[in-house]
C-alpha cells in the first residue's frame, strides 16, 4: 500500500505535463480543427529551452519560462500560418501530412544542430521537496503538477472570463458564425497556436529536469497527447486534463506491477480499444466526426 | 491499359534488368532499395491514394514480413519459398486487424490509431528479447536459394527485388482497373453515397489493407534476407514517414506516382553525399511543401501542365 502512493504520486506527475501537452493539442484542434502531429516538437524544444537556461545560462528553472513563452510566439506563430492559413481551403487531410513532416523537419534540424545526445537540467528546489507518510516526492516533480494546475487554472480563466476567450469558445462552436459575429479569425487561429505551443512548451521546460531531453523525446510525447485528447474527446479541455492523469497514472501502475516494458505500449493498446467501442472519447458527448 | 503503354512498361523491365551490368556494387545497393520501395509505396498507394484512408503504419509491416521471415528461419528452419508467402500471410492477417478499427474510424482518428499501431509494433520488436532478439535483432544466415543457385550477392537479390516489384505492379495494374478498385475509389470520394449504392464498404476497405500490408510483408522478407538480418531500427516510425513522403511527392491516387516519388526520394538522398544527415531533414520539408503547394504530387503536376497546354 505504501509503494502504490508513491506510484499513484509518480503516475501524477507525469499524467500532468501529458495534461499540458494534451490541453493545447485538443485546443488547436477543436478550435481550429487542425490535427497537429508536430506538437511534441513545441514539448521537446521547450526542454532544451529549459536544459539551456539551467546548465549554460545558470538561471533557475523557472526563469526559463519567459523563454518558452517568448519562443512559442515565434514557433506557434509560424505553425499557424503553415498549417492553418495555408492549408485552410485545402482537403483537410493536408494538415495531416503537413504537421507531420513539420514534426520530421523539426526534429532533424535539432539532431543535426544539438546531436543526439540526451540533456537534463539539473536543478535545486529541494526547498520543494515533499514528504508525507512512506510518499516522497523530490522539489522538481513537485513543480510539475503544480505548474500544471495554476496554467489550467488559467487557461479556463481566459477561456470563460475574456473576450480573447469568448471568442476562441465561439470558434470552437462554430467557425462560420463566429466569424459573422464579428470575430477576428485570423487573430483567433494564432492566439490559439501560440497558447498551445506555450503550454506544451512549459511542460517540456518542467520535464526537463525530470527525464533527459534529446530530439526525439516530442515523439512519444505528442503520441501520448493523442491518446490523452482521444480518451478526454477531441476538442474536450476537462475530458484531456483529466485523461491524462488517468494515463500518467495507469503508464506508472502497468511498470509497477506488470512490466516495465509494457508502460508505452498500455496506452496505445487502450487509445486502440477506446477508438473501437468508444469513438467519443470517455467523457465525450456525441460528436460530429463527418 | 493502351497497347503503347505495356510497350513502355516492357521497356521500362528490359532497361531494368540491364542496370546492374551498367552500376558497380553500390549503386545496385540503392537500385534494389528502390525497387522494393516501389513495391511498399505502391502497396500503401491502394490505402491512402485509391481507398482515401490513412496510414502511417505501412513500416510495421514492412517489419513483421522480414521478422516473420527471421523467425521462421530460426524456429523453424525453413526455406526462403517457404517464408515469403508465410510472411506475406502474416502480414496480411495484421494488416486486416489494423483495418479492423480502420472500418469506423477516417481522417485523423486513422492516422493517430496507425501511429499508435506503428509505435507498438516497433515498442514489441525491441523489448521483446526472447523473440525477438530485441535491440540487436536477428540475423538470416542461410541465404535464400533459386533452382539450386545460393542467393548471396546482391545482383541476385536485384533480380529477386525486380521480380517481386514487377509482380507487384502487375497486380496493383490489375486491382485499381478491376471492380475492386473502382470500389475503393468510391469509398474515398464518398463513403455514404458509397454504401448507399451497395458497396460492401466494409469488404473494400479490409482487402486494401490486407492488400497493402501484405505487399509490404513480401518486400519485407526479401529485405530481411537481403540485409542477412533484422533490426527493430530498420522499422521506425521514420521509414513509415519516407513511405508516405514518397507516395505524397510522386502524387497519390496514381500508379505511376509510388515509382516516381520512391525513385526519387531513394536516389536524391544518396546525392546529398556529405550532408547525407539531412536525409530526414529533407523529407520533412519535402512533405511539408508538397501537403502546401503541391498536393497531387508529381504526377498531379504533370497532368495540371498537360492540362493547362490544352
New interface residues.
Partial sequence: MDLFLQYLANGVVIGSSYVLVAVGLTLI?GILGV?N?AHGEFYMLGGYIGVTAVTIMGLPLLAALPLVIASAVVIGYLAER?LHK??KD?????????S??????????V??TLGPQAQMANIDVSALNLSVGSVYLPGNRVLVPIVTALLIAGLYAVLHFTWTGRSLRAMAQHGMVARLCGVRVERVAIVTFIAAAALAGTAGMLMSSVYSVHPMAG??VV?KA??VV?LGGMGNIGGAAAAGLILGITETMTAAYLAN?MR??VG??I??LV??FL?NGLFGKAYD?S | MKPQHLLLAALAVAVMAFAPQVFGGYGVNILVLVLLNTAVVSGLNLVTGYAGL?S?AQAAFYAIGAYTAAIMVRDLGTGFWVNLPAAMAVTGVFGALLA??AL??????L???T???Q??VY??LS??NGFTGGQSGLSILEPAHFFGIRLFRIQHYYYLALALCVLVLVVVAFLIHSRLGREWMAIRDDETLARAVGIPTTRAKLTAFAAASAIAGAAGAVYGYMMRGVTPDDFT??LS?SF??MM?VGGKGTFLGPILGAALLTIAPEMLGEYA??K??F??????????IL?GGLMGLWRRLRGSEQ
Avoid at chain 1, 90 to 98: G, K, M, R, V
Fill in positions: 484542434f490535427v502531429f503553415l495555408a492549408l485545402s482537403d483537410p487531410t493536408n494538415s495531416i501530412i503537413a507531420f513532416g513539420l514534426a520530421v523537419a523539426i526534429q532533424n534540424a539532431l543535426i515523439n512519444m503520441l493523442f491518446t482521444i516494458a508505452d505500449i496505445f493498446v487509445v486502440i477508438l473501437l469513438p466526426r | 490513412f502511417f479492423l478499427p469506423r474510424l477516417s481522417g485523423h482518428f492516422a493517430i490509431v501511429i499508435a499501431f509505435t507498438i515498442l514489441v523489448q521483446w516510425i521514420w514517414a508516405v513522403a505524397i544527415q539531412y530526414m531533414f523529407y520533412g520539408i519535402v512533405l511539408v511543401v508538397a501537403a502546401t498536393p
